[in-house]
């Protein structure tokens, strides 16, 4: 009965998230054609199933991420599978249509689709076509349609880099009934931190299922994707410029970012800004606030097609593109990660920390506690709450070189703290991905 009525008012539900969307400046992203909707109702073209064919034996394993982050996220558990002689076939879902192109690039991944409308027949159509044996859902991807028939059908059932956090409890707790037996179809489950794990297990996952293995995203090598960036920001005139970056801004944020710098180039008119917004449809919001700051600005899909820079030359590089902040980061002094000024819960504080780079942050860390607090205690990451305090900490590490290399240093060491997860979720959810081995 629960999941029938569940069926009956998931309509209301996705309006509701789409209109989030929109509200959040996000339309772009959802911005999809007649091969798309194919897709989201189950029914993905026969051809692009074909890539299955090569090695019809091998079993298949579904895995979803809701966009870009959550795919990446995959990155290192794509890697170890990929080392392992009886890999299967797997075909990633996502959300959105940036993870699907993203989900595209990531080696590994044989099939990348849009996840299909969790409603019956949608699942029911995408099932029947794919055949998975497993289904693995990242992070915070619990939908209860698709885990219901996965189960009918069989498949093994697994969580990584399970997360939830206390807000997202909150509302889960109050159909606890219904959760409850949705976690306890989980074979296994992954999860980031003991918290995670006792909120899951508080709504109905099994206490054997359930491991707490730490987060993939931390597994993510030290070496630059891009290796022509240097060359890219010659381009832009920055040849010995301090560079600084603020990476997966959200909205209210660049306003308070661009003042901070803005300040601190008074004092040094060299210094220059990489600015990524968290979601790339949301650069022309950006563009308009930087345009009002007075700050020369150039697209990075403009520098990759060759553009010139203004002829007032550029004071900021905007992102644009998915997947180079890593690379970007590795040219900064010092890194501001974003959702943390804004009640949003941060998002990927070692990222520019395993690169030495010093990181910036505001109070709102519930997403990234634990490395939050770590940063702070090496000295490797400092909390900021306005323009004013952002401006003085780099004022202060571009007036001593040797301060900001000790902070970077402290930041790099406490990344390699965070270190290890891939191996404990490969091991703990060996049944679900290689279900032919399973007892």
């Not at 991420?65 to 794509?78: D, F, I, K, M, R």
């Not at 093994?156 to 976690?183: D, E, K, P, Q």
């Not at 308070?256 to 917004?277: C, G, S, T, Y």
């Amino acid at each position: 009965m629960t999941l029938f009525l569940y069926q009956l008012f998931f309509p209301f539900v996705a309006a509701a998230v789409l209109f989030k969307f929109l509200l959040a400046g996000r339309g772009a992203s959802l911005r999809e054609g007649l091969e798309d909707l194919r897709q989201r109702l189950g029914l993905p073209r026969e051809e692009l199933l074909r890539v299955f064919e090569s090695h019809p034996a091998r079993s298949v394993l579904w895995i979803h991420a809701a966009s870009v982050g959550e795919a990446l996220a995959t990155a290192p558990l794509l890697a170890a599978l990929s080392r392992r002689k009886e890999r299967p076939r797997i075909v990633m879902t996502t959300s959105t249509v940036p993870g699907r192109e993203k989900a595209r690039t990531l080696p590994g991944v044989d099939l990348a689709l849009l996840a299909p409308v969790d409603l019956r027949p949608c699942v029911s159509a995408f099932l029947e076509r794919l055949r998975p044996s497993s289904l693995l859902l990242i992070e915070t991807e619990l939908w209860p349609m698709t885990l219901h028939l996965a189960r009918r059908r069989g498949l093994r059932l697994g969580l990584a880099n399970g997360r939830m956090t206390s807000r997202a409890f909150g509302r889960y707790r109050l159909l606890h009934g219904f959760f409850s037996g949705i976690l306890s179809l989980l074979d296994r489950a992954a999860l980031q931190t003991q918290d995670d794990a006792r909120r899951y297990q508080a709504l109905g996952l099994r206490d054997e299922a359930a491991l707490v293995a730490g987060n993939m995203k931390y597994d993510v090598g030290e070496t630059p994707a891009h290796d022509d960036t240097s060359g890219k920001l010659a381009k832009l005139g920055w040849a010995g410029a301090p560079v600084w970056a603020a990476g997966s801004t959200r909205r209210g944020e660049e306003e308070i970012l661009l003042e901070a710098h803005k300040a601190a180039a008074r004092k040094r008119p060299d210094l220059r800004l990489i600015l990524a917004p968290r979601h790339p449809e949301r650069c022309g919001e950006a563009a308009d606030l930087l345009k009002r700051a007075g700050l020369g600005f150039l697209r990075w899909s403009e520098l990759e097609a060759g553009a010139a820079p203004p002829s007032g030359g550029t004071d900021c590089l905007l992102v644009d593109g998915l997947g180079v902040l890593g690379s970007l980061y590795a040219w900064a002094f010092a890194a501001f990660v974003g959702g943390t000024l804004v009640p949003v819960g941060g998002h990927n504080l070692l990222e520019p920390a395993r690169l030495g780079c010093p990181v910036l942050f505001g109070p709102h860390t519930a997403n990234t506690q634990e490395p939050a607090e770590a940063l702070r205690r090496s000295g490797g990451g400092t909390l900021v709450e306005d323009a004013t305090q952002i401006e003085t900490l780099l004022a202060g590490w571009l007036d001593s070189p040797v301060r900001r290399a000790d902070a970077g240093e402290a930041a790099r060491r406490t990344a390699r703290e965070f270190t290890g997860a891939t191996a404990r979720t490969l091991a703990h959810l060996e049944p679900v991905l290689f279900p032919s081995k399973a007892p």
